[in-house]
């Protein structure tokens, strides 16, 4: 199910949801009218959250939030700065002290602490897709996130034998780690699998262009 928000317990200043089967994106509001003075302990490890954290979380001073091992997408920049975050993690780590990011992993919790001050580069291209990863193994990697991979690569190869570097529009190919926002790639309703790609009139050359495989 979705997580709830409990932006009207006004006193609630813990919760402890890990191991669950929690899915969807944080609620914007999720402790919306607490005092921003409220330290904050958030356990949400082990669901299946997507999206980022929530900006509205920003407010508050200190906050321990929880998060490996979930779908999460993005951090923003504003909260690399929360110096009292994450019991002062962040100060000296920035926020990678919030979630590791994606290509790297940290065995305790996703995330660098004193006690684990680093986020492990993982060799294995799509197991660790997300922020927070606690695991580099390519057995993590679902059917669906396999799917994915495939048709990565497949792009990522048109991209390479294609001539990408030179081509007149190259928007996205091969920096975004979402390849629905490549210039000409289109992607079903779901956002996640390719339905057209529309690359005309882009200077595409090679001896191997389009690729076989």
Request: glycine share 8%; charged share 20%; proline share 5%.
């Amino acid at each position: 199910g979705r997580l709830i928000d409990f932006s009207h317990n006004l006193e609630l200043s813990q919760v402890y949801l890990p191991g669950n089967t929690l899915s969807g994106t944080i609620p914007s509001y999720l402790f919306g009218r607490s005092p921003i003075s409220t330290d904050l302990i958030i356990d949400l490890r082990g669901n299946s959250l997507t999206g980022t954290i929530p900006s509205e979380l920003h407010r508050f001073d200190k906050i321990n939030i929880l998060l490996a091992d979930n779908r999460i997408e993005a951090i923003s920049d504003n909260f690399c700065y929360k110096s009292l975050w994450m019991m002062g993690d962040v100060d000296d780590f920035g926020c990678d002290a919030i979630l590791c990011p994606p290509g790297t992993f940290n065995t305790k919790d996703g995330r660098k602490s004193l006690d684990f001050p680093s986020c492990k580069s993982c060799p294995y291209l799509g197991a660790t897709p997300y922020f927070g990863s606690t695991k580099c193994n390519l057995q993590e990697i679902s059917s669906f996130d396999q799917r994915k991979l495939e048709e990565r690569q497949i792009l990522t190869n048109v991209y390479q034998e294609c001539g990408g570097l030179n081509w007149w529009i190259q928007d996205g190919w091969t920096k975004n780690e979402d390849f629905c926002t490549w210039h000409g790639i289109e992607c079903d309703n779901s956002g996640h699998f390719v339905t057209s790609i529309d690359l005309a009139a882009n200077n595409l050359a090679g001896k191997r262009c389009p690729p076989s495989e």
